[in-house]
Each structure stands twice: as structure tokens, then as C-alpha cells.
């Protein structure tokens, strides 16, 4: 699942004006390394001590992909029971969810089940998956493997998996990238069917136009060729008096 990331060109995070903005969630269990994940994308920061998150958490960031320029608002969950409710509210608004574990931990894996049974169920019925394998430099540490992460893939039908680690920056702004390709692909595919069918829309109008005309103009031939006649019998009746009126004549001498 590898990608070409040589058009990819960050933009200054405080540009508010984008051509396209999309919202993303990041999920998954709590010190997976959500956080820092973002944090490292959008300030260059990594802080091992950071602590957990309390509810959400939003960033901004900006690449500059095909010659558009894609705002993706993130919103940072926590991954704490106590929270799921809040984080509920998230789902069904969002156009893209990237599900977080920690390679060290089976567990965190392991509950990526339910976070993917959860934003199905209650979030945006097309929204799209990434998948995301964080702490990638705990190699010796690891307990999920990368065929276990494509088999999740293949499962849930998630189109992109990245191994990544908040503290070097593997695969941290090509999340990102990924993230603002996926959707800008999404959005022209919704672009071209909208054209389509407005296309085909104007299609049948037309038709339906040019059908009207053509049944117009048989109706106009049709009086025209009743006045014909009508003025034909008229011609002949008047032709037909004006011998009865002869024949009159003719007798009264």
C-alpha cells in the first residue's frame, strides 16, 4: 500500500483559505499515541511525557495536493470509556476516521474491531478508513504484526495502512497526505456524478423539448392542412353555385 508522495507540499497551518476542507476523526486506544502523532505533524513536536487526552482535542493542517488546497480540520479523541459518548458526536460529521494501535500492543489492536463497528453504526455511512500501526521504533517490543494489519484491511475494506512513529516521524506527514488524498478523490468522483447526472438531466429536457417542437409542428400541419381543405370546399362549393346560378339563367330565358 505504498503511494508516491513527491507532490506532496505543506502549507503554513494558519492559512484559513482552502479550496476544499474536509474533517477527519482520530481514533483508537488511549496512549496508542494519537496525540503526539498530531503533534508531531503539525508542529515537528514529540514529547514522551505528554499526557492523555481529556475529551478532544482539534488541529489544523494543510497540504497542497493536485493543485488544490485541502484543509482537514482533525479532531484528536481521547480513547477512555468515560469519554465514548462525547466522542460519538464526532462520528457522523466526519469524512474520514484513522484508526490508531500501538505495534506493541495486542490489545490496542485487538479493539479496533470496535471502534470500526462503532463509527459504522453510528457515523457517516460512506466515511473512509485508515489504519494506522504508531511506535513503530518499539520493534523489538512487537506483538502485531504487519500481516495482521493487512488482513484487518481486507476485512473492513480500509484502503490505506502505515506503520508510524510520533517520535522519529516515520509515516507521520504522509498520514496526513494520504488522509487528503483519499478524500480528494472521493470528492471528484462526487463532482463527476453530479456533473453526469445534471448532464443527463439537461439531456432529457432537450429531448423532451425538441419532442414537444416536433409535436407541435404536426399539430400546425394538421390545422394547416384542414384550413386547406376547408378553403378547397369552399372553392368548390362556390364553384358549384355559380353553375347552379348559370343553369338558372340559362332556364329563365
Request: hydrophobic share 35%; with cysteine; proline share 1%.
Amino acid at each position: 500500500m505504498s503511494s508516491n508522495y513527491k507532490n506532496l507540499e505543506l502549507i503554513d497551518k494558519n492559512i484559513i483559505k482552502c479550496e476544499l476542507t474536509f474533517k477527519i476523526i482520530i481514533i483508537g486506544d488511549s496512549f496508542v499515541g494519537k496525540s503526539c502523532l498530531t503533534l508531531k505533524a503539525v508542529n515537528g513536536t514529540f514529547n514522551k511525557l505528554y499526557s492523555p487526552t481529556v475529551g478532544f482535542e482539534y488541529f489544523n493542517y494543510s497540504v497542497n495536493l493536485d493543485n488544490y488546497k485541502i484543509n482537514l480540520q482533525i479532531w484528536d479523541t481521547c480513547g477512555q470509556e468515560a469519554y465514548r459518548s462525547l466522542i460519538n458526536s464526532f462520528y457522523h460529521s466526519s469524512s474520514l476516521a484513522i484508526l490508531v494501535y500501538s505495534i506493541d500492543s495486542e490489545q490496542s489492536f485487538n479493539n479496533l474491531e470496535m471502534w470500526i463497528n462503532e463509527v459504522k453504526n453510528k457515523g457517516n455511512p460512506d466515511i473512509s478508513f485508515i489504519l494506522i500501526g504508531n511506535k513503530a521504533d518499539l520493534e523489538d517490543n512487537r506483538q502485531v504484526t504487519k500481516e495482521m494489519a493487512n488482513e484487518l484491511c481486507e476485512d473492513n475494506n480500509i484502503q490505506i495502512f502505515l506503520e508510524t512513529s510520533a517520535k522519529s516521524g516515520l509515516n507521520v506527514k504522509n498520514m496526513f497526505y494520504e488522509a487528503a488524498n483519499i478524500l480528494l478523490e472521493k470528492h471528484k468522483k462526487h463532482r463527476n456524478r453530479i456533473s453526469s447526472t445534471e448532464s443527463m438531466k439537461n439531456f432529457q429536457l432537450e429531448n423532451n423539448l425538441s419532442n414537444q417542437d416536433t409535436a407541435n409542428d404536426i399539430n400546425n400541419d394538421n390545422i394547416n392542412n384542414s384550413n386547406n381543405n376547408n378553403i378547397n370546399n369552399n372553392i368548390n362549393i362556390n364553384e358549384n353555385d355559380e353553375g347552379e346560378e348559370h343553369r338558372v339563367k340559362r332556364c329563365c330565358f
